[in-house]
T-cell receptor, first 111, second 115 residues
Framework: SQQGEEDPQALSIQEGENATMNCSYK?????LQWYRQNSGRGLVHLIL?????REKHSGRLRVTLDTSKKSSSLLITASRAADTASYFC???????????FGKGNQVVVIP | SAVISQKPSRDICQRGTSLTIQCQVD?????MFWYRQQPGQSLTLIAT?????????ESGFVIDKFPISRPNLTFSTLTVSNMSPEDSSIYLC????????????FGEGSRLTVL
């Protein structure tokens, strides 16, 4: 199965700054999703972008998808301390929609 | 969205023993999955829990080690058998509530430590 790969893996920013994370993948996808995980707990779905979409917004989140480069980015604007978490991208294969998760970005927002 | 409850939330287990994790969903869902997250790592799909039939396991995971039950559309169990320290992980139940969209909702996870 394919694996998304995020870069960078650890990010420390001041509250109010923007945080950007990247993800790359290797095969054809139906969609790409971003999830947040707080302190080793369950994952929370943030946003889904379909393979025919290039950009999507949800509140302070902005996701881009470049299928030609097989990459995606997640931007969190005006970060808050509560945004401190690990962020994972996950890709759904064209074949079976099973999700393959990337390695994750740890984001620390300093108040 | 579906509310997913997992039990136990955490446990400390002895080598060689087995532990069963329960996953209860507050609505009927077709697709239910079990993931493992080893310390500091990403999530790896163990298997798809199929209602009324044997689970579908991913490469590297076998039924003898991770037997799964799915008696109905709201409940599943995952057993980690004959545990070793390498099985220390968070085990996560997830559901695709909207039916094979790939968008998953997760339980809070069960953190197992094997001594």
């Amino acid at each position: 199965s394919q694996q998304g790969e995020e870069d960078p893996q650890a990010l420390s920013i001041q509250e109010g700054e923007n945080a950007t994370m990247n993800c790359s993948y290797k095969t054809s996808i139906n969609n790409l999703q971003w999830y947040r995980q707080n302190s080793g707990r369950g994952l929370v779905h943030l946003i889904l972008i379909r393979s025919n979409e290039r950009e999507k917004h949800s509140g302070r989140l902005r996701v881009t998808l470049d299928t030609s480069k097989k990459s995606s980015s997640l931007l969190i604007t005006a970060s808050r301390a509560a945004d401190t978490a690990s962020y994972f991208c996950a890709t759904a294969n064209r074949g079976n929609n099973r999700l393959a998760f990337g390695k994750g970005n740890q984001v620390v927002v300093i108040p | 969205s579906a509310v997913i409850s997992q039990k136990p939330s955490r446990d400390i287990c002895q080598r060689g023993t087995s532990l069963t994790i329960q996953c209860q969903v507050d609505s009927q869902v077709t697709m239910m999955f079990w993931y493992r997250q080893q310390p500091g790592q990403s999530l790896t799909l163990i298997a798809t829990a199929n209602q009324g039939s044997e689970a579908t396991y991913e490469s590297g995971f076998v039924i003898d080690k991770f037997p799964i039950s799915r008696p109905n559309l709201t409940f599943s169990t995952l057993t980690v058998s004959n545990m070793s320290p390498e099985d220390s992980s968070i085990y996560l139940c997830s559901v695709d509530e909207r039916g094979n969209t790939g968008e998953l909702f997760f339980g809070e996870g069960s953190r197992l430590t094997v001594l």
